[in-house]
């Protein structure tokens, strides 16, 4: 399959238009780059000779294959070609099909993450839900510094959209999953109070996470169980805390509806003085 450039098309295009035009609007960039929009909806819709003569707009509308035009973005991707949002579009476009193709895509040994995360971004834009335990089963393996967090991190974005129906699959998940993937799965589930294995989740993490307690604290207070409030209270009082934390945990306090603790001298931290230069 021919990868053509369309992002180097457009380009010349631009020059093109720019050369034709420029002393029409004094040759003031800012009014061109405002022009740009209608110029890219120009460039789509005129028939180009580089494309036998098809309007970019509508060259991979000839086709209707799905597994072939998936392939086909995995071949820019081999090569290095930018892939046309043209091709992208007229992936979703296919519906059903598609989603087929990008499934099996996701289940290649040989794609790269760049392709994997890819096919999650046009699925995610296809509402697609059937690759949910796909996406946790990546994510409850992930180790620190992995190679694949990007990835995780687009999964944990796709899972977030798909709503309530992630819970009951990431809460089956959690006894095998590793520590990183513990912490993701609980930004997750933060957004579903009510349910006690959630609370136990984010509490061993904000226990577990020294490092990072003013987020675990925000996840705390997004899930709203007062049953925090001693842990985070106790938090508040430590001589050792840093600002940072102080000010996230006081505010999760704040918002689980206990007195939020009296300001404190942080003259000397780090994260204090280097706040108060902004």
Avoid at 11 to 18: D, I, L, P
Avoid at 149 to 168: N, Q
Avoid at 175 to 190: K, M
Avoid at 225 to 230: Q, S
């Amino acid at each position: 399959m021919n990868c053509i450039d369309f992002d180097r098309q457009f380009q010349r295009y631009t020059a093109e238009w720019v050369r034709k035009n420029g002393d029409k609007y004094k040759n003031n960039m800012d009014v061109i780059e405002d022009m740009m929009p209608g110029v890219y909806e120009e460039f789509l819709n005129k028939p180009a000779a580089w494309l036998d003569g098809a309007a970019p707009g509508a060259y991979f509308g000839q086709f209707d294959d799905a597994g072939e035009l998936v392939a086909w973005l995995c071949e820019y991707m081999e090569k290095g070609v930018p892939v046309p949002d043209v091709l992208l579009e007229r992936i979703t476009e296919l519906g059903g099909a598609a989603e087929d193709a990008l499934l099996a895509l996701l289940e290649r040994e040989d794609a790269t993450d760049e392709m994997r995360m890819t096919a999650v971004s046009l699925l995610g834009e296809m509402e697609s839900e059937r690759p949910m335990r796909r996406y946790i089963g990546w994510i409850a393996a992930l180790e620190p510094d992995d190679g694949r967090a990007d990835l995780c991190d687009l999964c944990a974005e796709m899972l977030i959209s798909m709503g309530e129906a992630v819970v009951e699959p990431i809460l089956d998940a959690l006894p095998g999953a590793t520590q990183a993937a513990r912490d993701v799965f609980a930004d997750i589930l933060s957004n579903y109070p009510g349910d006690e294995r959630i609370y136990e989740l984010l509490m061993e993490r904000f226990a577990h996470e020294q490092d990072r307690r003013a987020l675990f604290a925000s996840y705390l207070a997004k899930l709203g169980d007062p049953r925090a409030l001693p842990t985070l209270i106790e938090a508040a009082a430590d001589q050792e805390i840093n600002y940072l934390d102080f000010v996230e945990i006081s505010s999760a306090i704040d918002a689980l509806g206990g007195e939020r603790p009296a300001e404190r001298e942080f003259a000397g931290d780090p994260y204090y003085e280097s706040l108060k230069r902004v």
